[in-house]
């Protein structure tokens, strides 16, 4: 099963706002709304941002947030700070295999 | 606190086995289905297995399928990852992960890994 599409980076500047795109199609993105986002600092373990394409989690701060259109959805993070700088990965639910599959990861650099 | 810690990763020749065990605490482990997931050096994340709270229904990556068994005793508030005829392309450090409350894909708490790496 093919990989969702991630950039491979992308950077902005403190303050800033920022939109990571992952790509799949109709089996998985396009017709469930099962994307998850996670973020990853080195050496740790990925922390959950958001789930069914829009979900915060308890605790994440509202400066990230979810969206999707047709087979892209996007997480924005608005209001960029140093420790945003890391790996962001998007996973989607696909109808194809019955199973889960993970985006190739953006890593994010905060100028 | 809600926990999940992973043990049993080696090293192990091509062809080898290995189990791998998570063991949960601070939650209601049997009200949960379970992941594991993998991360090979440098790499993206790979989705491995889930497992539903009752251990009846299970699904495996094709990657693994056939060679991995995806486990859990909930008397013990413990999964497990049979791995079998282990091959190169199985080092990853793995995790297992919990999904939040109520939904199947989203995994919000994860242990800190076990590292597998399979080397002749």
Avoid at chain 1, 47 to 75: C, E, H, Q, W
Avoid at chain 2, 5 to 28: D, I, M
Avoid at chain 2, 106 to 116: A, C, E, H, I
Wanted: charged share 15%; hydrophobic share 35%; with cysteine.
């Amino acid at each position: 099963q093919s990989a969702l599409t991630q950039p491979a980076s992308v950077s902005e500047s403190p303050g800033q706002s920022i939109t990571i795109s992952c790509t799949g199609t109709s089996s998985d993105v396009g017709d469930y709304n099962f994307v998850s986002w996670y973020q990853q600092h080195p050496g740790k373990a990925p922390k959950l941002m958001i789930y069914d394409v829009s979900n915060r989690p308890s605790g994440v701060s509202n400066r990230f947030s979810g969206s999707k259109s047709g087979n892209t959805a996007s997480l924005t993070i608005s209001g960029l700070q140093a420790e945003d700088e890391a790996d962001y990965y998007c996973s989607s639910y696909t109808a194809s295999s019955a199973q889960v599959i993970f985006g190739g990861g953006t890593k994010l650099t905060v100028l | 606190e809600v926990q999940l810690v992973e043990s049993g990763g080696a090293v192990v020749q091509p062809g080898g086995s290995l189990r791998l065990s998570c063991a949960a605490s601070g939650f209601a482990f049997d009200d949960y289905i379970m992941h594991w997931v993998r991360q090979a050096p440098g790499k993206s994340l790979e989705w491995v297995s889930l497992i539903s709270w009752d251990g009846v229904n299970i699904d495996y990556a094709d990657s693994v399928k056939g060679r991995f068994t995806i486990s859990r005793d909930n008397s013990k508030n413990s999964l497990y990852l049979q791995m079998n005829s282990l091959r190169t392309e199985d080092t990853a450090l793995y995790y297992c992960a919990k999904p939040v409350a109520g939904i199947v894909y989203g995994m919000d708490v994860w242990g800190r890994g076990t590292t597998v790496t399979v080397s002749s």
